[in-house]
């Protein structure tokens, strides 16, 4: 029922009075208002004045080890699914956080990452300029498909010099969504890989603790160093940074952030990147301090960050250098005579370093990694490697040992040794045949991209990526898997788990962008290769 109405007053009158003229208007209107404003103005500035003596001095500069990072403010937040807005610059929109506030806390945070559209092209529509490999090839100044290398940069660690920024030449397949669909196209991967990728990454982002770091859910599971540098590399691979450019995809910015950061918060004084107390006695040094700057350097060559990761980056590449045994090698310890499979590693880290171009790589700890492998080496072109001795057979380490002598020495597809080693792994270990081991998959799926040809485009990679693509874990019921590859049956399952198979295995699918190649195929002088 509505209430009865009453008769009231209006609520405002109009009321006339005489006429002011236009002086006595200011004098009555305007001038109190403004002596009222120049006192209260007096007030403040006084108040101001008062507040400024008290004042402390200003805190010193923080020291140069402190570097900060930047990151969203809503961290918490869900990310959003709108990928078309790019924040133009980090600073505009952001708080600092040095790396002494990490926290460690071991919960996992899985609320803020959400099933998100893939990073790449999963619906097939790979549309690429007829030109552009060839474009692709004169900027970088690296061979394409159906071209020879070229220039300065032909044959040598890194590859040529374009000039096109601060990104590393042969990590310029990630970032450009044309580019990475050009190599994706030209080296045999397809929608279904990238959408592979795609789940994987979903489900990699979703394990990370609110600390930033990442574990490994079997064997070593307090090398939270390793774990986290392994996983931050399939989002580089896939172009995702803390620091992406304008227009690019930004979706896992905070993931890869607060793993960066989380990194940085384990590297000590001399370089190296422990968890723990400065003397804590860890076996496998070696390994996850090479992984963590690998991860490192790749930001830094994808982003061209100096502030936050040219002098860390720097001290990682120091200290891997300086752990080099005497014979050449390394060992889970600096400075002891170590193995094929750790020197793996450490080659990685140099020769990502030498992509940067500013990093400082000394060419002498490169030579003496080459005299190692040859001691290790055997067959009639010495395409076979051994764990630390010269040996008949073992295809991990025959896989290891190519891709560091492909790094090294310049070995491209011309190279005997080479050829023989492609063929001797397709014919010992073939993708799907034999135990699931992610490790060798990782090393030779590299070894025969980089080989090309008929052994690759038709015999290794399609029984590789639809091997990897089956094997995938897809149970939308089950998030805690879905995405993922089960634990393999040998080294990364045994030590690793779940977490460290998945990430190799994402490693493996990305091979197509991750790297350019140093050289390329014609119709020429690698014809005779081809028809092998």
């Not at 979903?202 to 609110?210: E, G, I, P, R």
């Not at 079997?218 to 986290?228: F, H, I, L």
């Not at 090393?443 to 025969?448: G, K, L, W």
């Not at 990679?461 to 019921?477: A, G, V």
């Amino acid at each position: 029922m509505s209430e009865p109405t009453t008769s009231r007053a209006p609520v405002i009158q109009l009321i006339r009075g005489t006429e002011l003229t236009r002086i006595e208007q200011i004098l009555r209107r305007i001038l109190p208002a403004c002596v009222a404003s120049a006192g209260l103005h007096v007030i403040l500035a006084a108040g101001v004045f008062m507040l400024s003596t008290l004042m402390p001095a200003p805190e010193p500069a923080k020291e140069p080890d402190k570097i900060e990072v930047a990151v969203e403010e809503n961290a918490d937040k869900p990310e959003e699914k709108n990928l078309t807005e790019i924040t133009p610059s980090v600073d505009d929109t952001s708080t600092t956080v040095t790396i002494d506030d990490v926290k460690v806390d071991a919960n996992t945070v899985q609320s803020n990452v959400t099933d998100v559209a893939p990073a790449g092209n999963p619906d097939g529509n790979i549309t690429v300029p007829q030109d552009l490999l060839k474009q692709l090839g004169e900027q970088n100044n690296v061979a394409m498909p159906g071209m020879e290398a070229t220039g300065a940069g032909a044959g040598s660690l890194g590859g040529g010099n374009s000039g096109l920024g601060a990104v590393a030449d042969s990590l310029k397949g990630r970032g450009s969504s044309s580019t990475k669909q050009a190599l994706l196209q030209s080296g045999g991967g397809n929608s279904a890989s990238e959408l592979a990728v795609a789940t994987g990454l979903n489900w990699l982002a979703k394990q990370q603790k609110s600390n930033g770091s990442w574990v490994y859910d079997r064997g070593e599971r307090d090398d939270t160093v390793s774990a986290t540098g392994l996983a931050i590399l399939p989002f580089l691979a896939a172009g995702q940074t803390h620091k992406p450019a304008p227009g690019t995809d930004s979706k896992y910015k905070k993931t890869v952030t607060d793993g960066l950061n989380y990194l940085l918060s384990c590297q000590k004084a001399d370089g190296s990147f422990r968890f723990g107390p400065e003397n804590a006695d860890y076996g496998y040094l070696m390994y996850s301090n090479a992984i963590a700057a690998v991860a490192i350097t790749e930001a830094y060559g994808m982003t061209g960050d100096k502030p936050l990761l040219l002098e860390r980056v720097q001290r990682a590449v120091n200290f891997t250098q300086d752990a080099q045994s005497s014979n050449g090698s390394w060992n889970y310890r600096p400075k002891q005579d170590g193995d094929t499979s750790i020197v793996g590693w450490q080659i990685q880290v140099l020769h990502s370093a030498k992509l940067c171009k500013v990093i400082k790589v000394d060419s002498k700890v490169l030579q003496k990694a080459s005299r190692f492998l040859d001691t290790v080496a055997s067959g009639a072109t010495k395409f076979k490697y051994g764990y630390r001795e010269a040996i008949t057979g073992a295809p991990t380490t025959t896989a290891v040992g190519l891709l560091c002598r492909y790094y090294v020495d310049g070995w491209g597809p011309s190279n005997a040794a080479m050829r023989d080693g492609a063929g001797y792994l397709w014919t010992s270990h073939k993708p799907g045949e034999g135990k699931y081991d992610m490790y060798y998959y990782y090393y030779a799926t590299q070894v025969m991209h980089f080989y090309g040809g008929d052994v690759w485009n038709k015999d290794w990679n399609p029984k590789m990526r639809d091997f990897l693509i089956k094997n995938q874990t897809r149970d939308p019921k089950d998030v805690k898997v879905d995405g993922s590859w089960s634990a393999d049956e040998k080294q990364m399952g045994e030590h690793c788990g779940r977490h460290g198979t998945t990430c190799m295995a994402l490693l493996t699918l990305e091979v197509y962008y991750r790297h350019l190649p140093l050289y390329g195929r014609g119709t020429g002088g690698l014809s005779d290769l081809d028809a092998k």
